[in-house]
């Protein structure tokens, strides 16, 4: 069973730094990856997908890497704003079902 | 504008009643989702459909049960709920690589 682990579970920075974010999986087998931002209590925003064959994804001040032999994946966010305050979640695929991590909260401090 | 609804976002009922949360997509997407999440934890995925007809349980047991008479509507039903079922419900669609979510439904049983 896949098993999806995101570190830190929480993380305040003050406006203008650079965010890291880290995923790991267990079962390298994996169709894609993505990245999805959750404001609390709403729904999953689709932020990056990553295709097993691809190695990173950028949009804007996004940047994710993926590096699928180790089981693990990176998420850069740019120069972060206090819009950027949300949680961070982490998903791999097997066949067509999703495996979440718990969740990365972020929080920039203005 | 293509889209996933939910309907009710939120609601709150008695221990007993018989509720259906509605989840309608207009992506023309095959595969469907129902995922519930409690308070700060992570997704578990509760219930799948690949189409018309096909539905599957997910990787967390659910007292609910779905329904798939067409493409666009994958509605959810609880027949008796009770306060153990008090949490997010998220429904998803998903293209070949993406899966798209929507809104969510807050579910709180008294």
């Known amino acids: 069973k896949q098993e999806v682990t995101q570190i830190p579970a929480a993380l305040s920075v003050p406006e203008g730094e650079n965010l890291v974010l880290n995923c790991s999986f267990t079962?390298?087998?994996?169709?894609?990856l993505q990245w999805f931002r959750q404001d609390p209590g709403k729904g999953l925003t689709s932020l990056l997908l990553?295709?097993?064959?691809?190695r990173e994804q950028t949009s804007g001040r996004l940047n994710a890497s993926l590096d699928k032999s180790s089981g693990r994946s990176t998420l850069y966010i740019a120069a972060s704003q206090p819009g950027d305050s949300a949680t961070y979640l982490c998903?791999?695929?097997?066949?067509?079902?999703?495996?979440f991590g718990a969740g990365t909260t972020v929080t920039v401090r203005a | 504008e293509a889209d996933i609804y939910q309907t009710p976002r939120y609601l709150v009922i008695g221990t007993g009643k018989k509720i259906t949360l509605e989840c309608s997509q207009t992506?023309?997407?095959?595969?469907m989702y129902w995922y519930q999440q409690d308070p700060g934890m992570e997704l578990h995925l509760i219930h799948y459909?690949?189409?018309?007809?096909?539905?599957e349980k997910g990787d967390l047991s659910s007292e609910s049960t779905v329904s798939r008479i067409r493409t666009e509507h994958f509605p959810l039903t609880l027949e008796s709920a009770r306060p153990s079922h008090t949490s997010q419900y998220l429904c998803?669609?998903?293209?070949?690589?993406?899966?798209?979510f929507g809104p969510g439904t807050r579910l709180t049983v008294t």
């Open positions: 998803a669609s998903s293209s070949y690589h993406e899966q798209y």
């Open positions: 079962d390298s087998a994996i169709y894609n």
């Open positions: 990553i295709q097993s064959s691809q």
């Open positions: 998903a791999v695929r097997d066949d067509y079902k999703l495996s």
């Open positions: 992506m023309g997407h095959d595969k």
């Open positions: 459909s690949y189409g018309v007809n096909s539905t």
